[in-house]
């Protein structure tokens, strides 16, 4: 079973320019979520993605967007950078139904603005 | 006040100890709680998965959940040098974080002596 894999790894943007983040989910995984955690801060939920429509968002501005695609592969997208987007951009998997759905992390990508 | 309030430490233990983390909640919708482990500049691991009040049990780790007070732990007998991490609660009103995402504590930085 393949975990969730993040890319790329590291990523440095200059303020105002944009950035797109890939996600790959875990085997089987139909929903995936996205979160930002700053440094020292825990994680902050962004929007979730299932069956490729955005299913919730968290308190971010629009020019945080997503997309998933039919595999359940998923892109984050920033729009006009600012220093404050710096942090670890996370994605995790999720199957929903049951009693048992849990969401796994993958290792994040750390995008640097300057 | 933050809806889910977490020490950030550090905690500095002595190796064999018992490890007692803990988190405070203001929400009182939450049913689904759980404990991520993340080390240094990798994405959170579920630990546990706890629904509704109670304790649950895996190994050498015990989460507790008590509602009523809006409180909830993480024991971790005979803590290990490798136990050293952050330690991330995180809580949410549906199972697997649903529309609304999880909600994370700031994370406990945990550190284990040999």
């Known amino acids: 079973e393949t975990g969730v894999t993040q890319s790329p790894t590291h990523l440095i943007k200059t303020r105002g320019q944009q950035v797109t983040l890939r996600c790959s989910s875990q085997?089987?995984?139909?929903?995936v979520s996205w979160y930002q955690q700053a440094l020292g801060q825990g994680p902050q939920f962004i929007f979730q993605?299932?069956?490729?429509?955005?299913?919730g968002r968290g308190n971010f501005p629009p020019r945080f967007s997503g997309l998933q695609f039919p595999n359940y592969s998923s892109e984050l997208n920033v729009n006009a950078l600012e220093l404050d987007d710096s942090a670890l951009y996370l994605c995790?998997?999720?199957?929903?139904?049951?009693?048992?759905?849990?969401?796994?992390f993958g290792p994040g990508t750390r995008l640097t603005v300057t | 006040q933050k809806e889910v309030e977490q020490d950030p430490g550090p905690l500095s233990v002595p190796e064999g100890a018992i490890v007692s983390l803990n988190c405070t909640y203001s929400?009182?919708?939450?049913?689904?709680f759980m404990w991520y482990r993340q080390y240094s500049r990798k994405g959170p691991e579920l630990l546990m998965y706890?629904?509704?009040?109670g304790n649950k049990e895996d190994g050498r780790f015990t989460a507790q959940v008590d509602k009523s007070s809006k409180y909830i732990s993480l024991f971790i007998r005979d803590s290990q040098p490798s136990d050293s991490a952050t330690y991330l609660c995180?809580?949410?009103?549906?199972?697997?974080?649903?529309?609304?995402?999880?909600?994370f504590g700031k994370g406990t930085h945990l550190i284990i002596q040999p």
């Open positions: 085997s089987g995984h139909n929903t």
């Open positions: 995180a809580m949410s009103q549906y199972s697997g974080g649903g529309a609304d995402g999880l909600t």
């Open positions: 706890t629904y509704s009040s």
């Open positions: 995790a998997s999720s199957l929903p139904g049951g009693t048992t759905y849990e969401q796994y």
């Open positions: 929400n009182s919708a939450f049913q689904y």
């Open positions: 993605y299932y069956r490729e429509e955005e299913n």
